[in-house]
Structures are given as C-alpha cells and as structure tokens.
C-alpha cells in the first residue's frame, strides 16, 4: 500500500488491508502502520481513541513599507470604500472597489484598479463597473467584491445588492465576463435570496475547491440576533444548497457578531477570514481553517492582523506564490476608509 502523509483537519487513513486510503475510517483496526497526527482521529488502532493530537494555526503579518498602494479619487462616488476584491488574470491584477456614495442616500458601486504588481493600481478606463440601477433587486446599492478567474471560464463575479437605501433587502447575484471589464448579469439573479427582510444576510465569500463552489455568509434569523455563519455549495455558482445543519457550530454565539470577510483555499484547508463584534470594539481580523468547511479550527493568535486606523474592515485576499497577500481599507478621511494598504503574510501550522 502507497503510504500517507497526513494533513490537519483532513480525516484520512490508510487501510493497509484493502491497500486504499480511506475517508472517515471506522474501522480503525487495519490501521496498524498509521499514526495520528493532528486530525482528530484514532489513526494507530488502539481502540477508536483520539490521541488528543490537534494542530495550532497562527498567521502573521506585514505592512508593506510602501503604504498605501491606493487612494480613493474623492468626489461623489469615493465618498468610501466599503468592500475590496482582488483576483490575478494572465495580464496582473484587478481590484474591484465598492465605494459607497456622497449623495446622501447610501448608494453604492463597484469600480476597478489594474496593476501589473498588485502594488501599483491605476483606474480602469470604464467605470464603474457594476453600476447600481441596473435590476430591480439590486437598484440602490451594488457590491461586486467576490470574483474568481479561470483561464478556461473566465471571469465570475458574485455581489450583493438591494433596492433602496441602507436597509434594503440584501441578497447576492452573479455574473460572468471574458474580460473583468464588461459583465453580463445572469437572469435568474439573485441566486441566493433573502428571507424577505433587510436584516437576514449579510457580507459573504465565495471560492472553488475541488470544482465544487463554496459559500460562507453571514446571516440571522431575526433582528435581535447577532450574526452566524453558514455553508452553502453548488455546481456551477447559479443553483446552490444550503448545508442542512447551518449555522456552522464554531461560529454560532448569541454575544457574538461573525461577519465573514474572505475565503481562500490554503493547500486542500479552506482559510476563512472573519471579523467578530466588529461595532464593539473588537479590531481586526481573524482566522479559521477547514478540511470540509464545516469544522473549523481558529486561529491561535486571533485576531492574526489589527491594522490601526480602520473602519469598515474590507479586505482583497490571495493565497499566491506560498505567501497569503492581503489588501485592506485604512480610514484617514471621514466617515470611512480613503486609502488601501497592502500585507504578506506567513501561514504555520504545527
């Protein structure tokens, strides 16, 4: 039999017997050459018992001495920056700024940034790029903040919007592009709506593991609850079904606010970035990993990066080249983020 190097979180093991590695073992007893590390199973046979074995996971991070790699233009429209996704084309980058707008009724758009580097940003000649007013579901405020980019699918998109003033009803649409400049917004949208009430869904992540689409999102089942986190997946980003047993159990706490901000796919773990109890003071960014998005272990040294200065807390993330980079909103003007900054961070896991 092939020999198996375990991962944490994973729930693998090798059956020596049938010669296969095995998901889930219950039958630990032909596990006689394994040995458990870090994943919570009883991988050397000696009775189904967990060895007590888990793994730790601490990022740490770096301002880049260059900061900040964007300001916002000012005017109408850059009143401030309310979300920010990043994704690496074959030509460089390109960041999608959802700015929220000077007018007085809280309208918002997308916009977009290209950069060779990912440090040096210039604005896209067309903009914006997600403009608000163009469905009836989402005709007050667009935010197009998740994309993904496939060389043999192209561009995709997934945002929020909702159909008047701040407390409109969110829910999330899709789109796709060959160029992540002009978009075509899917009918069916929204994809994934709403209970019917303002207060349901909030900020959300999506990304691809393994062909399968996977979304983290904010949520509550009624005003007077803090938010939670739930699961949901689907085969092609349009038709999606939520994980039965939602709300994921380590991000459910009645004195708690999880608002989810980025996924990424560290190795075969997913990397959720998430902030808690962000109007109460707590500041900055968390971290949890997953082998199956359900279970997570957070972070040792949550929260893993406290930037001084920032508001809202958007935040563009890439797992590339071994290094997790991040771009984030500093407030330095008022009433929300004017610049962008920029971090590499280092992932170890013990």
């Given at each position: 039999a092939e020999t198996v190097k375990f991962v944490c979180l994973s729930e693998y093991a090798l059956d020596v017997t049938l010669g296969v590695v095995a998901l889930n073992p219950e039958s630990a007893g032909v596990c006689v050459e394994s040995t458990e590390v870090c994943d919570g199973w009883d991988n050397n046979c000696n009775g189904k018992t967990n060895e007590g074995l888990s793994c730790s996971y601490t990022i740490s991070c770096t301002d880049y001495a260059g900061n900040p790699v964007f300001v916002r233009g000012g005017g109408t429209w850059e009143a401030a920056i309310r979300q920010i996704g990043v994704l690496r084309d074959s030509v460089g980058y390109k960041m999608y700024i959802d700015y929220w707008a000077n007018t007085g009724d809280n309208q918002e758009q997308t916009y977009l940034a290209v950069s060779p580097d990912g440090l040096n940003?210039?604005?896209?000649?067309?903009?914006?790029?997600?403009?608000?007013?163009?469905?009836?579901?989402?005709?007050?405020?667009v935010c197009a903040y998740n994309l993904l980019y496939d060389p043999q699918k192209g561009y995709e998109a997934f945002y929020w919007g909702n159909e008047v003033n701040l407390y409109g009803n969110k829910q999330y649409g899709y789109a796709t592009s060959d160029d992540g400049i002009s978009w075509t917004l899917y009918e069916g949208n929204p994809v994934f709506p709403s209970n019917g009430q303002w207060w349901n869904l909030s900020d959300f992540a999506v990304t691809v593991k393994e062909g399968t689409y996977y979304m983290f999102y904010s949520y509550r089942d009624s005003s007077a609850e803090s938010f939670k986190i739930g699961l949901?997946?689907?085969?092609?980003?349009?038709?999606?079904?939520?994980?039965?047993?939602?709300?994921?159990?380590?991000?459910?706490?009645?004195?708690t606010r999880y608002l989810v901000r980025r996924v990424v796919v560290y190795q075969d773990l997913f990397l959720l970035i998430y902030t808690e109890n962000l109007d109460s003071g707590q500041n900055g960014f968390n971290c949890a990993f997953?082998?199956?998005?359900?279970?997570?272990?957070?972070?040792?040294?949550?929260?893993?990066?406290?930037?001084?200065?920032?508001?809202?807390?958007?935040?563009?993330?890439?797992?590339?080249?071994?290094?997790?980079?991040?771009w984030y909103g500093v407030q330095k003007v008022y009433g929300g983020n004017g610049v962008i900054n920029y971090a590499t961070c280092d992932i170890t896991i013990k």
């Open positions: 940003w210039t604005r896209a000649d067309t903009n914006p790029v997600f403009p608000n007013k163009q469905e009836d579901w989402a005709y007050h405020r949901a997946t689907s085969p092609d980003g349009v038709n999606w079904t939520k994980n039965p047993d939602n709300p994921l159990p380590d991000f459910v706490d009645p004195s997953s082998h199956d998005g359900i279970s997570w272990v957070k972070c040792q040294n949550n929260p893993f990066f406290a930037p001084a200065d920032i508001a809202y807390f958007p935040v563009g993330a890439l797992y590339e080249d071994g290094v997790l980079k991040l």
